[in-house]
Structures are given as structure tokens and as C-alpha cells.
């Protein structure tokens, strides 16, 4: 059974920084693109960044651009959100994701597996 667990979230002052995890059981993603996606409240999910794991290939949404790095373990099996200069707009349910796809990709309809989302709250 193919599992995405996410971990981090939490409350923060804006202007912090928090590092997101999202293991990754029952197979390998070693040719799966991981994504971040978030979704706050009468939001639709939006794409927020995502990283190749062989390649190397990234990439982010304009709104977290320089405050957010994604980067992954191989070995372990997961990914990482890196997320840095806080800002209350930031606040939201992050999902952890894995696509298929051999090059980044923004869209949610190419994410074959989910996580179960951990919220994250930056306040002012």
C-alpha cells in the first residue's frame, strides 16, 4: 500500500520558518516527481513546489519563490518543504505529492498519490 505521510506543520510567527517531511512506503518514487500543493480555507489546492527525484529538476510557485526550497533524500525515501520568511497568506493545509511525470509539474490531476496534509498557521 502506497503511503505519503507528512510531518512539520505547525503555528508560527510570521516571519519564521518551518521544514516540512513527507515520507514516502510501498514503493519507490525514485522516478516520481514529489510535489507540494496547499489549500487554505474556500481555496482551491494550488501548487507550491516540486523537485525530480533523479534529475534534479524544480520547481516553485511565483508566491514562494526565494522563501521556500524543496530538496529530498533518496535513500530515505523523502521530501522536504523548507519554507523560511513566513507570511500569514502562507497559512494552510500542505500536501505532499507524487506524479508520474518526468519533469515538474504544477498540476494536481498529474498526482497520482496523496498525502493526508499537515496545517501549517503563520500569524501576524
Known amino acids: 500500500q502506497v503511503q505519503l505521510v507528512e510531518s512539520g506543520g505547525g503555528l508560527v510567527q510570521a516571519g519564521g520558518s518551518l521544514r516540512l517531511s513527507c515520507a514516502a512506503s510501498?514503493?519507490?518514487?525514485?522516478?516520481?516527481?514529489m510535489g507540494w500543493f496547499r489549500q487554505a480555507p474556500g481555496k482551491e489546492r494550488e501548487f507550491v513546489a516540486a523537485?525530480?527525484?533523479?534529475?534534479?529538476?524544480?520547481a516553485y510557485a511565483d508566491s514562494v519563490k526565494g522563501r521556500f526550497t524543496i530538496s529530498r533524500d533518496n535513500a530515505k525515501n523523502t521530501v522536504f518543504l523548507q519554507m523560511n520568511s513566513l507570511k500569514p497568506e502562507d497559512t494552510a493545509v500542505y500536501y505532499c505529492?507524487?506524479?508520474?511525470?518526468?519533469?515538474?509539474?504544477?498540476?494536481?490531476?498529474?498526482?497520482?498519490?496523496w498525502g493526508q496534509g499537515t496545517q501549517v498557521t503563520v500569524s501576524s
Open positions: 510501498g514503493r519507490t518514487f525514485r522516478d516520481y516527481t
Open positions: 505529492a507524487a506524479s508520474p511525470a518526468v519533469v515538474p509539474t504544477t498540476r494536481t490531476h498529474t498526482y497520482d498519490y
Open positions: 523537485n525530480t527525484w533523479s534529475g534534479g529538476l524544480t
